[in-house]
T-cell receptor
């Protein structure tokens, strides 16, 4: 158990629908990152939040949005789903208070989204 | 952002030492180099991190030359369980605002 919790583990839905993926970061970590990994592809950076604020944005589609709440958990909202959105979505956390040095990401187990 | 380049795939026999090199020509002064391991359908897992010279932990060593434009992950005496995808990631200090973008990774296959 990495300490990063993602729910749901699996999700099957239809095209055009909307889903919400949830992430609870490791205790003490202030940053949350979201990544998308399609089948046999690399990790695509979507977005980063730090202590509730958006800090960096990658190639995130306009149909996708995210936020980080005061308790530091984060949600990734995917709407108007298309077949190509089927992928593993990973959340990672880093940056506990008082921690120096470089970002070390701790990943969750991922949420597997299947769009039919 | 420092872009990374790694070999797409590598094969090695059990018991051998495996070295995977990552190129990061435009690494910034405050960037660190971090390596992750990913098994199928699992999140990547931290292996080792360094800034310069050599770092060693219980599972791997990381060699970084003086110019820091590349780094080499060394896995001693690999076993079948080391079959995975290995990513190098270059990024700045904690609390940074940056797109921590992974490269394509190196798919390592260990042959019995």
């Amino acid at each position: 158990d990495s300490g990063v919790t993602q729910t749901p583990k699996h999700l099957i839905t239809a095209t055009g629908q909307r889903v919400t993926l949830r992430c609870s970061p490791r205790s003490g970590d202030l940053s949350v990152y979201w990544y998308q990994q399609s089948l046999d592809q690399g990790l695509q950076f979507l977005i980063q939040y730090y202590n509730g604020e958006e800090r960096a944005k990658g190639n995130i589609l306009e149909r996708f949005s995210a936020q980080q709440f005061p308790d530091l958990h984060s949600e990734l909202n995917l709407s108007s789903l298309e077949l190509g959105d089927s992928a593993l979505y990973f959340c990672a956390s880093s940056g506990g208070q008082g921690v120096s040095g470089a970002n070390v990401l701790t990943f969750g187990a991922g949420s597997r989204l299947t769009v039919l | 952002l420092a872009k990374t380049t790694q070999p797409i795939s590598m094969d090695s026999y059990e018991g051998q030492e495996v070295n995977i090199t990552c190129s990061h020509n435009n690494i910034a002064t405050n960037d660190y180099i971090t390596w992750y391991q990913q098994f199928p359908s699992q999140g990547p897992r931290f292996i080792i991190q360094g800034y310069k010279t050599k770092v060693t932990n219980e599972v791997a060593s990381l060699f970084i030359p003086a110019d820091r434009k590349s780094s080499t992950l060394s896995l001693p005496r690999v076993s079948l369980s080391d079959t995975a995808v290995y990513y190098c990631l270059v990024g700045g200090p904690n609390f940074g605002n940056e797109k921590l973008t992974f490269g394509t990774g190196t798919r390592l296959t260990i042959i019995p």
